[in-house]
């Protein structure tokens, strides 16, 4: 079992930052690909990026790519997604899951998420 709890959402204006953290728990959290996912009102859940176990190498989206960078931190169980330039359309619930099935950008293939962070960014 792997527990998720994601931190760091808020309300930042258009071109600002924000690092989300998400803390990891359980025997297995240092060994699983780890992922960013958002979801918008209305809208379907769609990948953010992604992080090796190793953090050796990285996932981003197209619609972030340049702007958001997701690492992690093994010895304190943490993945970290730094979100630059931000956008009224990057405004959505982030949620971070871990131990997907198959590939990293498919949500329906992780088997732990977290509850989400809210994430608005104003023009």
């Known amino acids: 079992q792997v527990q998720l709890v994601e931190s760091g959402g808020g309300l930042v204006q258009a071109g600002g930052s924000l690092r989300l953290s998400c803390a990891a728990s359980?025997?297995?959290?240092?060994?699983?690909?780890m992922g960013w996912f958002r979801q918008a009102p209305g809208k379907e859940r769609e990948f953010v990026g992604a992080?090796?176990?190793?953090?050796?190498?990285?996932w981003t989206a197209d619609p972030v790519k340049g702007r958001f960078f997701v690492s992690r931190d093994n010895v304190k169980n943490t993945m970290y997604l730094q979100m630059n330039s931000l956008k009224p359309e990057d405004t959505a619930v982030y949620y971070c899951?871990?131990?997907?099935?198959?590939?990293?950008?498919?949500?329906?293939?992780?088997?732990?998420w977290g509850q989400g962070t809210q994430v608005t960014c104003s023009s």
């Open positions: 992080v090796s176990r190793n953090g050796g190498y990285t």
């Open positions: 359980g025997r297995t959290s240092s060994s699983v690909t």
């Open positions: 899951a871990a131990d997907p099935v198959s590939g990293p950008t498919k949500g329906d293939d992780y088997r732990y």
